[in-house]
Structures are given as structure tokens and as C-alpha cells.
């Protein structure tokens, strides 16, 4: 079995391990489209959880299909489920729930600088090699009136 998050669904604990880099690929597209998890969630974004969440259980459990992972998730669990997926996954820090921007300047490191570095929030998201200003300084010749 592939390690991962332990979640409770359907009365059942089930070890959620990360996605492969292939299925990351694949669905990276599909986990840009969530920006909210709960009741106001349409059709097209419960249709990703579930693809995202039935490809991550099926490494551990083969014969999980997507009727199944919708009869398993509800609002209760879905975005711990989501979460634990995607931060396993490398693609979240713990702690910022899908759909939730940190607020500027709580990230470790917040304030300081380092040349070369560089992060994109995508709803949430941090992804590497991509670039932010959520907290960075203005750039040197920016006015500042």
C-alpha cells in the first residue's frame, strides 16, 4: 500500500496516498478549476473532486470507481479529503484550505526577499517556478506616491 493521508469516508478509514506525477499532469488543468469547496459547489467542480479523489484512492485501491468515491464523499469530508490529496501531492502547504488565499505576510517568510526564487497562488495554490507579489515588495523603480 502507498502511504498517504488516513480519512475517514463512508465509516471507513481509507489511506489517500499523493498523486502520481503523471496523474498530476494530467489533472493539474482539472485542480486549477476548484476554487471552493461546500454547497455552493456547481456540477463541473464536484465532477473534479471526485476525478482528482478517485485517482488518488485507486494507487491504493484498484477497483475504486468514480460512483463509488461519489457515494463516499460528502460536504463533510471533501475538502479534508481534497486536502490531504493535494498536499500530499506536493502542491499545498497544510493549513490553506482550496479555495482560501493566505492573507499577506501569515506565509513563513513573509517580508523578507530571496533572489531567484519565485511562487504563484493559484486559488491557493502555490506552485513552484512561477512568480508572486502577493508579499513581495514593489519592484525598486516603482513610484510610490
Known amino acids: 500500500m502507498v502511504p498517504g493521508v488516513t480519512v475517514t469516508m463512508g465509516g471507513q478509514d481509507w489511506v489517500v496516498p499523493p498523486l502520481t506525477l503523471g496523474q498530476l ?4 488543468p482539472k485542480v486549477r478549476e476548484l476554487t471552493e469547496i461546500g454547497a ?8 473534479v473532486l471526485v ?3 478517485t485517482a488518488a484512492l485507486q ?4 477497483e475504486m470507481t468514480t460512483d463509488q468515491v461519489e457515494n463516499l464523499l460528502d460536504l463533510g469530508n471533501a475538502s479534508a479529503v481534497l486536502n490531504g490529496v493535494l498536499t ?3 502542491l499545498k502547504s497544510g493549513g490553506t484550505p482550496v ?3 493566505r492573507a499577506p505576510g501569515t506565509s513563513p517568510g513573509a517580508g ?3 533572489p531567484g526564487s519565485s511562487s504563484r497562488m ?3 495554490i502555490a506552485t513552484t517556478g512561477e512568480t508572486s507579489m502577493v508579499s513581495s515588495l514593489p519592484p525598486v523603480d516603482t513610484a510610490i506616491l
Do not use: C, F
Open 40 to 47: 455552493s459547489m456547481g456540477e463541473a467542480q464536484i465532477s
Open 51 to 53: 476525478d482528482i479523489v
Open 25 to 28: 499532469r494530467r489533472l493539474m
Open 99 to 101: 479555495g482560501e488565499a
Open 112 to 114: 523578507k526577499t530571496s
Open 122 to 124: 493559484v486559488s491557493g
Open 59 to 62: 494507487r491504493n485501491y484498484p
Open 88 to 90: 500530499g501531492s506536493g
